[in-house]
């Protein structure tokens, strides 16, 4: 069974920092490409930032600068730190793994954590 937990998410203040973590159990972690994404109320989902099996990043320009992807293969876990948090940085973020054989693609999803900041 695939598990995705997130942690770490919260109350800020604008201008402030979280550190998002993503466990995950059930998958060969280090074969994926793990990802961050974010949904406000009335809002699309939207792509954070993703972080590939060899390292490589990406970041949308929303966050460019100001978050950092990271990940862990020995603890199977990605992480998203967030600094100069914005009142439109408010969100869940859900932690997404991702991983394309020959023809099947493999999705999972954790359930999100809840980020708000203040102004």
């Known amino acids: 069974q695939v598990q995705l937990v997130e942690s770490g998410g919260g109350l800020v203040q604008t201008g402030g920092s979280l550190r998002l973590s993503c466990t995950s159990s059930?998958?060969?972690?280090?074969?994926?490409?793990m990802a961050w994404h974010r949904q406000a109320p009335g809002k699309e989902r939207e792509l954070v930032a993703h972080i590939s099996r060899d390292g490589s990043v990406y970041y949308a320009d929303s966050v460019k600068g100001r978050f950092t992807i990271s990940r862990d293969n020995a603890k199977n876990a990605v992480y998203l730190q967030m600094n100069s948090l914005k009142p439109e940085d408010t969100a869940v973020y859900s932690c997404?793994?991702?991983?394309?054989?020959?023809?099947?693609?493999?999705?999972?999803w954790g359930q999100g954590t809840q980020v708000t900041v203040s102004s």
């Open positions: 059930g998958i060969t972690f280090n074969i994926y490409t």
């Open positions: 997404h793994a991702q991983y394309t054989a020959k023809h099947t693609e493999y999705n999972y």
